[in-house]
């Protein structure tokens, strides 16, 4: 049974006036899986993620579930469920927890039942329902940040960086999630810096450098990879 592709990006080439971010990225997301782009700061996965949802302009082609990104605005990007958690989170500083979660069910009806999944994910967001986010540790406010986009139940979930800047602690929180959003067959691109973090969770990974993909495969095959190894994994 073949398993239908999710998004479907091909010869993508984006650029900022005279300056190529992206250049010739081919990239499959199939139902279900975790698929991670990773690589160095400054080599173009926000800018990936950033186009998918539809965010920027770009030559070449992006498809969500069939239908090209370019024919649609970011809202009703968002409306057919393509949710994108940016690096910088975007929370409502002064709204509690509970209230910016809220904010992430409007295209759902079963608003409650979404937020005790979210809890369950996240036991540390249900112990500060009533905190307000900017009060909050930049961990807890990455947590809040992935449990607001969990919140209108997204059919691909784009995850910017959502490791960065966070203490081991919690990092094994956000792994714990990670592994929970993917049981739950939540479809997940993932771009990350963390290259250790990505290999852990992902079905297949992309290595982004300088706009290129440089090498793309499962984890098991590019961890003995000896340019990712000795660049990313510390030898």
Do not use: W
Request: aromatic share 6%; hydrophobic share 35%.
């Amino acid at each position: 049974m073949s398993v239908e592709s999710v998004l479907s990006v091909s010869d993508l080439d984006v650029s900022y006036g005279k300056v190529q971010a992206l250049r010739s990225v081919d990239l499959t997301v199939d139902e279900g899986a975790i698929v991670s782009v990773i690589g160095p700061n400054g080599a173009g996965k926000s800018t990936l993620a950033n186009t998918v949802s539809g965010y920027l302009d770009y030559d070449g082609t992006v498809e969500y579930r069939g239908d090209s990104v370019r024919e649609h605005s970011p809202e009703s990007i968002v409306e057919s469920g393509l949710i994108h958690c940016t690096e910088s989170r975007d929370l409502f500083g002064f709204m509690s927890v509970d209230d910016n979660l809220d904010l992430g069910a409007y295209r759902r009806g079963d608003r409650e039942e979404r937020k005790d999944l979210v809890y369950d994910l996240f036991p540390r967001l249900a112990e500060r329902r009533n905190q307000h986010a900017h009060t909050m540790s930049g961990g807890e406010q990455q947590m809040l940040a992935i449990g607001r986009a969990l919140m209108s139940d997204p059919d691909l979930l784009v995850l910017d960086e959502p490791t960065l800047g966070l203490a081991p602690i919690i990092l094994e929180d956000i792994s714990e999630g990670i592994d929970a959003i993917q049981d739950e067959g939540v479809t997940v691109l993932l771009c990350e810096q963390n290259v250790t973090f990505a290999m852990n969770h992902a079905d297949e990974i992309h290595l982004l450098e300088n706009g290129e993909f440089v090498r793309s495969g499962p984890p098991e095959e590019l961890r003995t990879d000896d340019h990712i190894r000795e660049s990313y994994l510390g030898g």
